[in-house]
């Protein structure tokens, strides 16, 4: 007897044998799931992408915010690291020598910060200054003086602190 083959001869002993016929669906199939798999891929990528901008965005607010507050409590630092210092500024003002000439308005005030010098008031806006061991830069402008009437009340100093943060962005505050 031949060996029967299947494949061919899809009756046998009396039972027909149905062969299905392959028509590439699993292939189609297949398909629809790497294009769908892809998509959700780059779906997935985009929203990271927007994220890591967002994150940037914060920080930069951040750091440009910290520095500005830096500048407030970098220049009170100096103050009271040097107080004849302080005094021999509030004095130059009272007797307004810092202006050279009096001018109306009058011209604004910065404190110009050195890395091993007192600190000084100046009339040109001094170059932004590297606070030590931080990456800020800062400039300090002197806003006003309030004297008090009363001899028992001390003056109240109103600084405007400019930082730069990380990206360059500026931030100004009054303290």
Same mark, same amino acid.
């Given at each position: 007897?031949?060996?029967?083959?299947?494949? &061919?001869?899809?009756?046998? @002993?009396?039972?027909?044998?149905?062969?299905?016929?392959?028509?590439? +669906?699993?292939?189609f199939g297949i398909l629809i799931l790497v294009v769908t798999f892809t998509l959700l891929g780059v779906g997935a990528l985009s929203l990271a992408n927007r994220e890591n901008r967002n &994150?940037?965005?914060?920080? @930069?607010i951040k750091s440009r915010q910290s520095a500005a507050y830096a500048g +407030?409590?970098?220049?009170?630092?100096?103050?009271?690291r040097d107080p004849a210092n302080f005094v021999a500024l509030l004095e130059s003002w009272r007797k307004k020598t810092v202006y050279g000439t009096l001018t109306n308005p009058l011209p604004k005030l910065y404190l110009e910060f050195h890395a091993t010098n007192a600190v000084k008031l100046t009339k040109t806006q001094p170059a932004a200054f590297t606070i030590p061991g931080t990456p800020y830069k800062i400039v300090v402008e002197l806003a006003g003086i309030q004297v008090p009437t009363s001899g028992t009340q001390d003056p109240i100093l109103v600084l405007r602190s400019t930082g730069t943060g990380r990206s360059g962005d500026q931030q100004t505050i009054v303290g």
């Amino acid at each position: 007897m031949e060996p029967i083959d299947r494949a &061919t001869n899809p009756e046998v @002993d009396g039972i027909r044998r149905v062969v299905p016929r392959q028509r590439g +669906l699993a292939m189609f199939g297949i398909l629809i799931l790497v294009v769908t798999f892809t998509l959700l891929g780059v779906g997935a990528l985009s929203l990271a992408n927007r994220e890591n901008r967002n &994150t940037g965005s914060i920080l @930069d607010i951040k750091s440009r915010q910290s520095a500005a507050y830096a500048g +407030l409590v970098f220049a009170l630092g100096e103050f009271q690291r040097d107080p004849a210092n302080f005094v021999a500024l509030l004095e130059s003002w009272r007797k307004k020598t810092v202006y050279g000439t009096l001018t109306n308005p009058l011209p604004k005030l910065y404190l110009e910060f050195h890395a091993t010098n007192a600190v000084k008031l100046t009339k040109t806006q001094p170059a932004a200054f590297t606070i030590p061991g931080t990456p800020y830069k800062i400039v300090v402008e002197l806003a006003g003086i309030q004297v008090p009437t009363s001899g028992t009340q001390d003056p109240i100093l109103v600084l405007r602190s400019t930082g730069t943060g990380r990206s360059g962005d500026q931030q100004t505050i009054v303290g």
